[in-house]
């Protein structure tokens, strides 16, 4: 009986407030239904994303990214933290709901959390708000002592952020210690001999404000009661209505933009959505030159940016000093969004982002590695927004002067050094090579089944021709019956397309679509990722591709393939091997285990991982016609990354790709490693190791590997 009549008389310490809570209601709802509709204006201006396809697929997402909070454990303290506040947020959201009622309707109950399960509940939220406050000091205490460098916001890009994280994090203290006061205070006036299953979880904030606070009078507990309560409500909706005002926004708009995510890696978005490529002459403009010009989503994407600062961490081009840092591209937009569509006044201005809030180096620095991407918990997206801006620069004539000549030679000649059409082949005429294999070229007529697509740096490029032989070899050791393209073969485009250059790829594409389909082959393998990506994802009706390094990986598990000891000679003998997952093998088409694969059935092959392998693969600086582009750099990226290579123990880099080869090789001799350190391609290292003579018979069945394995597109 006493309990319960301590139960109304609390109730009626909110009494004197419910006028005043029911105003707090609504102004901080009207507010945030105001700031959020201001905040909408420019997605609702912006150019049309069409991401209302896939919903299982989308949930899957959400399920994963979003609710499983997949890869906040890749920072392991901050991913931790993280998954603490978040789970901690969704077990509060019904508490904070009933406490929010509570102040309007007392005897207020949420559906399914009376009786026990809803003392369960309480019990568990006791701890959940005592963890997210745990949480928050921690956090606290990290920005401000620990001061992790991911965070640092260089003076380039303005002033720090940390007040604005200090002031958020605290008002997430606050709205915890406000819910455990309003629940010790209430706790507290209540014997908790007569009512038991009220009781506290112990050793929880709110038990530990209840023992704190049982000495009290009922009227102060009721005042402290009422105060909890309005400190509760204001914390509240201030947080609500502030949180669309800085990177807090995230939490409001994380779990659609991880709905409204890409699902398909290694494409690319097309010049407009709902734009053909016959209708593009009739678009005014190509690509991005105003913020308007960006799709809701990619808008979407600047306000889901937490400023985690992961993406920036991994980015290669903001570790060499290049002027890129994909974090701040979503920043200054997103800050640009909030300048120009105020909450009061009109909206937009439609200004030229480059020279405005971007510099054309910061978009020519990218790569296109999709490193940041692999990285971002919420899903945000850069390369297409990225290669969205070199749209537009290219379409108003602003090409850097270095790539000027490149392009002129691929809208000429079909490839970026000039070369003549006739040399294509060129490669397949050394006479050691033609002694072992004679590399045709297609026609309707030969009867072969599978397109070597070489692509121009194995044609042309010396160095790289090396890599072509050694992939023919591979096919012919396997017996199929496979051709070339020759001069009927043009640059894949990946590079053109990935720069902005849309109408030049679309001539390469077509130019080689159609010369795919005279050569009648029903298979396409490529030693070039850049050109595996190109024709798995940028083209479309051709036959299935894949890389050789499936092909290979295939054939040895068949045992169709077999390799003599790579420590055979003394000289091999202290080789150590680690394997550099080239960017459009690897993260946009996760081709991880197969060149792996490949190099661990190597007897005697010793093999290290570098520390960035896998996903977090270092870009060798190759990708987006970076060949041919002179970045400001503190560093070349290749360097870097034989450096990695070193670290490791290894002194031999075996990699799948003859841009990462241009590279690496390169860096070996600017590192100083030359002599110390060598950089092989994975055909080249299987046909160097593979055993020729087959038993009788089993070249035959070779072809079968092909048959059986090519996956479907
Ligand atoms: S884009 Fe993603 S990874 Fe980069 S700062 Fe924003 S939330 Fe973090
Ligand atoms: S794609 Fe690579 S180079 Fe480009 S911004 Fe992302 S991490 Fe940096």
Request: glycine letters at 8%; a neutral charge.
């Amino acid at each position: 009986m006493e309990g319960l009549l301590a139960i109304s008389q609390m109730s009626s310490f909110l009494e004197p407030g419910r006028t005043l809570f029911l105003t707090v209601h609504v102004l901080g709802l009207a507010c945030f239904a105001y700031i959020v509709a201001r905040r909408l204006t420019p997605l609702l201006r912006a150019n049309p994303d069409p991401r209302f396809d896939r919903p299982l697929d989308r949930v899957g997402k959400v399920l994963k990214f979003w609710f499983g909070q997949w890869k906040h454990p890749r920072y392991r303290t901050s991913g931790v933290l993280h998954i603490l506040i978040f789970t901690g947020f969704i077990l509060l959201a019904a508490r904070a709901f009933s406490v929010l009622m509570v102040g309007v309707s007392e005897s207020f109950v949420m559906p399914g959390l009376s009786g026990k399960a809803g003392h369960v509940y309480d019990i568990v939220t006791d701890y959940a708000a005592t963890i997210v406050f745990l949480c928050m000091l921690f956090a606290i205490v990290r920005r401000l002592v620990f001061k992790p460098p991911r965070y640092v916001v260089p003076a380039k890009y303005g002033k720090a952020h940390t007040a604005d994280a200090i002031f958020l994090l605290s008002l997430i203290a606050i709205l915890m210690v406000a819910d455990s006061l309003f629940a010790a205070a209430r706790a507290a006036a209540l014997p908790s001999s007569a009512q038991p299953v009220e009781a506290l979880a112990v050793f929880s904030l709110p038990w530990i404000l209840q023992v704190a606070l049982s000495p009290a009078s009922l009227p102060t507990l009721g005042h402290l009661y009422f105060a909890g309560y309005l400190l509760h409500q204001g914390a509240f909706y201030f947080l609500l209505c502030y949180r669309p005002f800085g990177i807090q926004f995230h939490v409001e708009t994380s779990l659609f933009n991880v709905y409204f995510a890409k699902l398909d890696r290694g494409t690319l978005k097309p010049v407009r959505w709902g734009v053909s490529d016959e209708q593009l002459d009739q678009v005014k403009s190509f690509g991005v030159n105003t913020f308007e010009d960006f799709t809701w989503k990619h808008m979407l994407d600047f306000y889901s940016c937490a400023d985690c600062g992961r993406c920036s961490d991994n980015c290669p081009a903001n570790a060499v000093g290049r002027p890129l840092s994909p974090r701040f591209i979503s920043i200054k937009a997103r800050d640009y969004a909030f300048q120009h569509y105020p909450m009061f006044g009109k909206a937009g201005n439609g200004a030229p982002l480059i020279a405005g809030i971007y510099s054309e180096d910061e978009i020519w620095s990218c790569t296109t590695c999709g490193a940041c991407e692999e990285e971002c918990p919420l899903l945000v997206e850069y390369i297409d927004k990225i290669v969205d801006l070199r749209r537009g620069m290219i379409d108003d004539g602003n090409v850097p002067q270095s790539l000027q000549k490149p392009l002129k030679a691929l809208e000429s000649r079909g490839n970026p050094y000039g070369k003549m059409e006739k040399k294509r082949a060129d490669w397949t005429n050394a006479k050691d090579f033609q002694q072992d294999c004679r590399v045709q070229t297609l026609d309707h007529k030969n009867g072969a089944d599978t397109l070597y697509f070489v692509d121009s740096i194995t044609s042309y490029d010396d160095r790289m021709q090396s890599i072509g032989r050694a992939t023919a070899g591979i096919l012919e050791h396997l017996g199929t019956k496979f051709g070339i393209l020759g001069a009927a073969e043009k640059d894949s485009g990946h590079e053109v397309r990935r720069f902005g250059e849309e109408t030049l790829f679309m001539a390469l594409r077509n130019h080689n679509v159609d010369a795919i389909k005279a050569a009648g082959v029903t298979r396409i393998v490529t030693a070039d990722p850049h050109a595996f990506n190109a024709l798995r994802h940028d083209y479309k009706d051709i036959p299935p591709v894949e890389h050789i390094s499936q092909l290979i990986a295939r054939a040895v598990k068949a045992g169709k393939i077999r390799f003599k000891p790579v420590d055979g000679k003394d000289k091999d003998k202290d080789k150590v091997y680690t394997y550099h997952d080239p960017c459009y093998l690897g993260r946009h088409n996760q081709v991880y285990d197969d060149p792996r694969d490949v190099l661990d059935a190597i007897p005697g092959l010793k093999r290290v991982e570098m520390q960035r392998s896998r996903d977090r693969s270092f870009c060798c600086g190759g990708g987006g016609l970076m060949l041919f582009y002179e970045p400001k750099e503190e560093q070349r990226m290749g360097v870097k990354r034989v450096q990695m290579a070193a670290e490791a123990g290894a002194n031999v880099i075996v990699t799948a790709c003859p841009f990462c080869m241009v590279n690496i090789e390169d860096a070996i001799k600017v590192a100083g490693f030359e002599g110390k350190m060598t950089a092989i391609d994975l055909a080249e290292l299987v046909g160097e190791q593979i055993v020729r003579e087959s038993p009788a018979g089993k070249l035959e069945k070779f072809p079968e590997v092909l048959q059986e394995c090519v996956p479907g597109r």
